[in-house]
């Protein structure tokens, strides 16, 4: 991966949280790239920081609640260190974001084409008529159709699979250049789950537009992620294109996670590869590796410092002291 | 002691509901959530349903365990009819009958300390106090949890722990059937297997009948004996589990069975993407419920409701096409 391709280069990202009971190191040290046109998966489990990181990007953290550090470069330029001015003027023009849950993230009291009109009359400064004919635009480029209909439905009067059609038809109104997509399937039932990944694989090839797409589901990165990050304990700890990652794991958590999952070639009856223990709270600044404690490859080495990066073959990376040693 | 050898018989069980709706159109109509379904299982054996939301795996669970009364149809459990069981009789029941539910948060009190929470369970089904705290201690270690975690209330431990610890509960009484309806959907991957692991040797140690509930197809490949796949309240396709996903027969299970997104780069499959959502099971018509999204779809499909037949091997398959 070399620099020019990239739309998105985070380095270094950190983010500690100042709570009630101390400060949560939520993100130490996330290096990141995402190229253009590309859909980059980042797995994890829960609190590895991958939502959190997304949220960086967007800057939308609480400035009085936390700190931020490193580096956030979206087209060469430094969203971690912008006014918060210059932020707002990228956040849903260039940079977009779905979420989880689209039945929460919708405005149920208005109709489903004016919340989609609504981003091209801000962003784009259009006129009314001008935005309701993006908005047409976008419900017949989702999928919802006809679109003359669908503009005057509320979202109450939609599925679970049409509501984040929606949600994804306000995110490509103002064409990004990025879609930050975090657990858009999760609430989905398998069959509308497949419809809306083919739905934001086409919408990426056709627009030209990079996906960083956030999952717990390794099998959704194999199915439309080209590279991928994994993450543990605010860091990624392994990065690569995406068969690189899944064929040879180079970092013991990928490999123990890749284990563990119940898959279709699996025999049946047979016991499933488990990580023993479970992540350390986030409240140390940790110095060593923060997946020793549980690895079956730890070392001395590992319980004294944080291992950097080795580097495997085509920009597969890992961060782990047992690489190549 | 029966003579047929399984644990629980559900025999054409039906669960409507009425649907009360000032729209005309919907006036008297009645959701079937449960359609003459047949199910048996046997002692330590585990029988998966899987089904997307609103397909009525929730509600058979909740039928076969008498937590709903059936609309039609009988339950027999252990040889004895059980359809019609109402007061002492169905509490004296409860306690061979339990469930575990998909979020370990939800089904303990947040301010309970677990181990007053099984103890409670110990005094209603009057298990004597000399024997109790000994059964609570043995059954943690057996699921891999210290003693200590019994003076924890449950926002203090993971969910993985609370889930290993609802499953305690649920064991504490000796039943002898066990639902456990997505038990782990709220878990990550690598709690997920830890659970999935124990629940294979618990179905051994303890002979426990299961009915395992999921919307996961590897899920319930991992773990089960024999799988049902179950669509807008019908089973479309029954079969033990090897067989199952070696001869996969009717479309939705192909649907469905494409639809998992999958790690394996070797396994070229076919992809199916099925239009449009699920439709409402309110008023269902004659033919078979899976006819509008199905790319088989034939005119007899819509008029004839399609019934269960053996294709051999005990592989029951309702389509027309088979």
Redesign the interface.
Known sequence: MIDMENLLEINGLTVELMTERGIVYALSGVDLNVAHGQIHGVVGESGCGKSMTAKSIMRLHNPKRSRMGGTILFEGEDIAAMEIKEVERLRGKDISMIFQDPAMSLNPLMSVGNQIAEMARVHLKSSKAEARQIALGMLEKVGLSPAINRYRQYPFELSGGMQQRVMIAIAIACSPKLLIADEPTTALDATIQAQILELIQSLSDEMGMSVLFITHNFGIVAEICSAVSVMYQGRVVETGYTRSVLDNPAHPYTAALIASIPTMALESQKRLGSIPGRPDTLYENLSYCPFCARCPQAFGQCRNERPGYQYLEDGHRAACFGIGG | MNLSGSVIEGTNLQKRYHIPSRKLAEKGKELVAVDSVTIKIGRSRIFGVVG??GCGKTTLGRLLTKMEPTSDGTIVFNGRDITRLSGKDLIALRSQMQMVFQNPYGSFNPKQRIGSALAEVAKVHKIPKEIAPDKIAALLSEVGMPIDALGRVPSEL?G?QLQRLAIARSLLLGPEFIVADEPVSAL???????I??LI?DLRESHAIAMLFIS?????V?????EVAVMYLGSFVEKAP??EL?ANIAHPYTQ???????????D?AKE?I???G??PSAIGLGPGCPFAPRCRHGMERCRLEKPQLRDMGAGHLVACHLH
């Open positions: 997307e939301s993971s993985g990550d991957v690598s709690v997920q297997a830890q999935l692991n294979m919307h996961e197809m590897p899920v490949k991992a773990v089960c004996d589990t090897q996903f649907a469905l069975m494409s639809a998992v997104p999958s790690i394996d780069s396994i992809r993407i099925l239009e959502d699920i």
